[in-house]
């Protein structure tokens, strides 16, 4: 099975020996993987770097490195050109976002997002033992969102038309769910909210960093797709480099919330040092803990597929949606 591989410590070295990539850090060998055991490379740290023959082997090994900015977006990813499809789908894309097709297809992934974190409350929820209200709660909470959500689905209008709409749907049910976080989170991880940027507590940490490893995987799946990265549904240019990546992820981030709550479930200690940071060892535990994640079944998924398969398979699916709509919009 191939994985990322991640440079995140100031200081980190990525160098080639022979059909190897190793990553070295003040001289010391942290991690050695062949190519073949690779399918992409994540730049995911301030003061990381990697040698010219690292790019050239990677150029020609079909793998695409990834550079990812101070709060984890990607911001340049490094391919070879000659390896890439034409993404022949640009005009429809541009297309897509004035036609109902559109809706109802971003009403699908968001519903998707909300009813996977659902299952995130209920799996833990249950797995702490906790009340049965808990559970009862966030689904009462979410029910009119989703009852408001089927509305937009069926209203037959264009993206463009209810994009805001969608956009606040998304908002409350989120505000919901990461209430229902809190109350699946020990004291000692001091969460009180989703935080994007500076966060201080160690679920918003980690839940950052895996978010950042999702959209290198939901990245590298568009780059060998027919789509263009750069023109988005939800989102825009102007809020992301790549906008398209943002909206393809959004109904797996639920499966890494559910990744980050069982990694923390399981510590002993704390993961911080003294200066609030998260410690080397505990993220590179928790890098081996996602990756192992990544292949594994995930536990609501209807066809017992992993997250790789998952993601492929939204992909695959948006390429259908819009080559049909387009289709029918021709034929008219």
Same mark, same amino acid.
Request: glycine content about 4%; aromatic content about 10%; some cysteine.
């Given at each position: ?6 440079? &995140? ?7 080639? &020996? ?5 990553? +070295? ?5 942290? @991690?050695?993987?062949?190519? /073949? ?9 301030? *003061? ?24 984890? +977006? ?7 050109? *000659? ?7 640009? $005009? ?5 976002? /004035?036609?109902? #097709?559109?809706?109802?297809?971003? =009403? ?42 089927? /509305?937009?689905? @069926? ?6 038309? =209810? %994009? ?11 505000? @919901?769910?990461?209430? *229902? ?6 004291? +000692? ?35 060998? $797709?027919?789509?263009? !990265? ?19 992820? @959004? ?14 479930? %399981? ?5 911080? &040092? ?19 994640? #990544?292949?594994?079944?995930? !536990? ?33």
């Amino acid at each position: 099975m191939k994985r990322a591989i991640v440079l &995140d410590q100031f200081g980190s070295f990525l160098a080639r &020996d022979h059909d190897n990539l190793v990553v +070295r850090l003040r001289g010391e060998v942290i @991690e050695t993987m062949s190519v /073949s055991q690779i399918d992409r490379v994540v730049l995911a740290g301030h *003061g990381v770097s990697i040698s010219n023959a690292v790019i050239l082997l990677c150029a020609k090994s079909n793998i695409p490195i990834f550079c990812l900015d101070s709060i984890k +977006r990607p911001i340049a990813v490094l391919m070879s050109p *000659g390896l890439l499809k034409r993404n022949h789908l640009t $005009s429809a894309q541009r297309r897509f976002s /004035s036609l109902p #097709e559109a809706t109802r297809f971003v =009403c699908g992934f968001i519903e998707d997002k909300i009813r996977g974190q659902h299952s995130v409350i209920e799996y833990h929820a249950r797995s702490l033992r906790l009340s049965p209200i808990v559970r009862k709660h966030f689904e009462y909470k979410i029910s009119p969102h989703l009852s408001t959500l089927k /509305s937009v689905f @069926e209203s037959d209008r264009s993206l463009d038309d =209810c %994009r805001e709409e969608i956009f606040l749907v998304e908002a409350r049910a989120a505000n @919901e769910y990461w209430k *229902g976080i809190e109350s699946l989170l020990d004291f +000692r991880f001091r969460f009180a909210g989703r935080v994007h940027r500076h966060a201080k507590d160690p679920f918003n940490q980690l839940a950052n960093y895996g978010y950042a490893i999702l959209s290198s995987a939901v990245h590298r799946e568009i780059l060998f $797709s027919n789509l263009n !990265p750069s023109i988005g549904l939800l989102h825009h240019r102007r809020v992301a480099s790549y906008p398209l990546v943002y909206d393809l992820m @959004e109904p797996f981030r639920p499966i890494v919330d559910h990744i980050v709550l069982t990694f923390l479930h %399981r510590q002993h200690s704390d993961p911080q &040092d003294a200066a609030g940071s998260l410690r080397p060892t505990v993220l590179r535990r928790f890098r081996k803990f996602y990756f192992d994640h #990544e292949h594994r079944p995930q !536990p609501w998924s209807k066809d017992d597929r992993t997250l790789q398969q998952m993601i492929h398979g939204r992909i695959a699916d948006f390429e259908q949606t819009l080559e049909k709509a387009i289709d029918k919009v021709g034929e008219n």
